[in-house]
């Protein structure tokens, strides 16, 4: 049983499109993140959210809109995708806010725009 | 602002050899630091992490980390690397309700 799934694993596309990467957890927790890594393997926190509540938005385009139907699942949309948006895109959830007792990621979607 | 710097980019070892990954992080309350590893292709894993108490702490695969208040340090230990071993390490800090900050990773490769 796999922990925090993300699909699709792989996304290639062309510039201009929208695409969605769908996260769920199965651990009860309360809190869902989505970090970006780009190619350099620097991770970046994008959104957090708790309980369906956004509680962090970091600077991030406002092609990005993450959406919460419920705290297992926490998805990300990108409208208009362009080349910079090429990275893998990691969901992680944790028990509390803050992720204090430390992060479950799931697998990754590597995004290739081009 | 938090930040954690990892000084090591890239460490190449042969296989026995010991390890020592460097984290230093500057944060203004009690933190609670973390080891993370991403092997090849792979998500990240939770290799250890310190909340408070034994500064010394075990983690999963040998590994072990020591926190060093004094000296802003979280350095991660292996004292005889296998090939396995070759993946990327994150150190991060956090605390409270904040979200942890990660270091910019730690390229290890282990020749066998």
């Known amino acids: 049983d796999t922990a925090v799934s993300q699909t699709p694993k792989y996304l290639v596309t062309q510039m201009g499109n929208d695409k969605s990467i769908k996260c769920e957890q199965n651990?009860?927790?309360?809190?869902m993140y989505w970090y970006k890594q780009d190619s350099k393997k620097f991770l970046k926190i994008m959104f957090s959210y708790n309980n369906k509540e956004l509680i962090i938005n970091e600077t991030v385009p406002n092609r990005f809109s993450p959406k919460s139907p419920d705290k297992a699942h926490l998805n990300l949309h990108i409208n208009s995708l362009e080349l910079g948006d090429s990275a893998v895109y990691f969901c992680?959830?944790?028990?509390?806010?803050?992720?204090?007792?430390?992060?479950?990621f799931g697998s990754g979607t590597r995004l290739t725009v081009v | 602002a938090q930040s954690v710097s990892q000084h090591n980019h890239h460490v190449i070892l042969s296989e026995a050899a010991s390890l020592e990954l460097g984290c230093n992080y500057s944060?203004?309350?009690?933190?609670?630091l973390f080891w993370y590893v991403q092997y090849p292709g792979q998500h990240l894993q939770l290799l250890l992490k310190?909340?408070?108490?034994?500064?010394l702490v075990k983690g999963i695969k040998g590994f072990e980390a020591e926190f060093i208040k004094s000296k802003f340090s979280f350095n991660l230990r292996k004292p005889s690397v296998q090939w396995s071993d070759t993946a990327e390490y994150f150190c991060a800090a956090g605390g409270g309700s904040y979200i942890p900050t990660f270091g910019r990773g730690t390229s290890l490769i282990v020749h066998p």
């Open positions: 651990l009860g927790h309360d809190t």
């Open positions: 944060y203004g309350g009690t933190v609670n």
């Open positions: 992680a959830s944790s028990q509390n806010t803050g992720g204090s007792y430390g992060y479950t």
């Open positions: 310190y909340f408070s108490g034994d500064p």
